[in-house]
């Protein structure tokens, strides 16, 4: 079983950065593909990016395409969302997860999930 502990949340003017960071507890932390999701008031989680366990291949949405980048560090169970570029739009509450399924896009796809970190961008 994993657990997830999210960081790196705040408040940023448009065209700013954060960096997120997800701390995962547990020793098979390398056999999970990992994602990030966001989910904004009113409306429904939607994928940002996921990275395979061992391939390190990289998806994203198109959102957040050329803006985004997903990394892991699998020898410090940890995975990054650097963000650049942010807009009044990708606020929301930012939630990594864990995966041992192939599909990635779908958050009913994933097992674990962190408690979520609050990304707030200003206009």
């Known amino acids: 079983q994993a657990q997830l502990v999210e960081s790196g949340g705040g408040l940023v003017q448009a065209g700013g950065s954060l960096t997120l960071s997800c701390a995962a507890s547990?020793?098979?932390?390398?056999?999970?593909?990992m994602g990030w999701f966001r989910q904004a008031p009113g409306k429904d989680r939607e994928f940002v990016a996921a990275i395979r366990r061992r391939s390190g291949i990289t998806y994203y949405a198109d959102s957040v395409k050329g803006r985004f980048t997903i990394s892991r560090d699998n020898t410090k169970n940890t995975v990054f969302l650097q963000m650049n570029s942010l807009r009044p739009e990708d606020t929301a509450v930012y939630y990594c997860a864990a995966t041992s399924n192939s599909q990635l896009i779908f958050p009913s796809m994933y097992d674990y999930w962190g408690q979520g970190t609050q990304v707030t961008v200003s206009s």
């Open positions: 547990g020793r098979t932390f390398s056999t999970y593909a």
